[in-house]
């Protein structure tokens, strides 16, 4: 998916049981950050508290994240759905944690890793798509916030000019 594309609409189940349809989401929020993630990759977990500082600090000026696990589950057991449920309540997941089965979602967003945080704004235009910081090992020695950043340019209205520089993680666990 190219910057400045329309973000694909979906209809996912929740592990709190109910189901996040996109477009809702757009019409309440100014932003809604798409993060493709798991339960096994340790990028995920790296990240997990950045991830619910961002959802804390944003929340209150229109964001939302929604946290998407495409991975199959075949091959990889612990990112089943019934795990997803009891790592959301273990991780105190602050935004909701969706489950794409089909891998239908991730193939659309064209995610390569977890966790990949896609930013779209309030008229479902995907304005970016890249690395959360530039540390995944070492929060304090972060220096470039590039999530933040991306985030604060779609609430003023502003374009995204900073280089955007690929997520890394684990791949996406593609079904056969």
Not at 77 to 96: A, H, I
Not at 118 to 142: E, T
Request: overall charge negative; some cysteine; charged content about 25%.
């Amino acid at each position: 998916m190219e910057i400045n594309a329309y973000a694909p609409d979906f209809e996912l189940p929740s592990t709190t049981g109910d189901v996040v349809h996109l477009t809702p989401y757009l019409e309440k929020y100014s932003a809604v950050v798409v993060v493709f993630m798991c339960n096994h990759c340790p990028y995920v977990k790296a990240y997990l508290e950045r991830l619910k500082d961002i959802q804390n600090d944003y929340q209150d000026k229109g964001v939302t994240l929604i946290g998407i696990n495409a991975n199959d589950e075949r091959k990889y057991p612990e990112d089943s759905f019934e795990k997803m449920k009891t790592y959301g309540q273990e991780w105190g997941l602050n935004f909701p944690y969706l489950r794409d089965r089909t891998q239908d979602v991730a193939h659309a967003f064209g995610a390569s890793c977890t966790p990949e945080p896609f930013v779209i704004d309030r008229q479902g235009i995907l304005r970016y798509r890249g690395q959360i910081d530039d540390n995944y090992r070492d929060p304090s020695a972060v220096t470039s916030r590039d999530l933040r950043d991306a985030i604060d340019c779609v609430l003023r209205g502003e374009t995204v000019t900073k280089p955007i520089e690929p997520a890394i993680g684990c791949s996406v666990k593609w079904s056969a």
